[in-house]
């Protein structure tokens, strides 16, 4: 139908091509998504992609994402996420929950970029080592009217 609204899209990017290991619990630099790559379009899906050193349980099978705003004034920048900070929290990314060593991916979809510049942080809030390895990536997309 004429004037439907449909999503449009942006190449994927590459936040974190080969993130350092991370342990359950910890919190990890996922990559800055830079104004460039987004600023003709309202959101993103992340995409997260790695192994894990053991199997996952079915409980605890997610990472949380929390986005941390740069240049907020002038070249200040929000405080980096902590286990004290956790600010910014824009949702999680869930895994199978598979045997120890299979790839695993998992997509956070329409993460709001209405800011400027943003850098991602990934927690690992499952019950096992993410190995090193793994990638956060990024699809801008916005919605338009269709022809």
Do not use: C
Request: hydrophobic content about 45%.
């Amino acid at each position: 139908m004429a004037n439907e609204a449909i999503w449009t899209t942006l190449s994927q990017a590459t936040l974190q091509s080969s993130g350092a290991s991370a342990a359950s619990t910890a919190i990890v630099s996922g990559g800055t998504l830079a104004t460039s790559m987004h600023s003709l379009f309202s959101a993103v899906d992340l995409v997260l992609t790695g192994t894990m050193a053991a199997s996952i349980a079915s409980t605890s099978n997610y990472f949380a994402v929390y986005a941390r705003h740069l240049n907020i004034d002038g070249t200040a920048d929000a405080p980096v996420p902590s286990a004290s900070i956790k600010a910014k929290f824009v949702g999680t990314i869930p895994f199978a929950g598979s045997s120890a060593s299979a790839a695993q991916t998992g997509i956070l979809e329409n993460v709001e970029t209405s800011w400027a510049d943003v850098e991602f942080y990934v927690e690992n809030l499952t019950n096992a080592t993410l190995n090193a390895g793994w990638t956060l990536k990024a699809t801008p997309k916005t919605l338009e009217p269709s022809a």
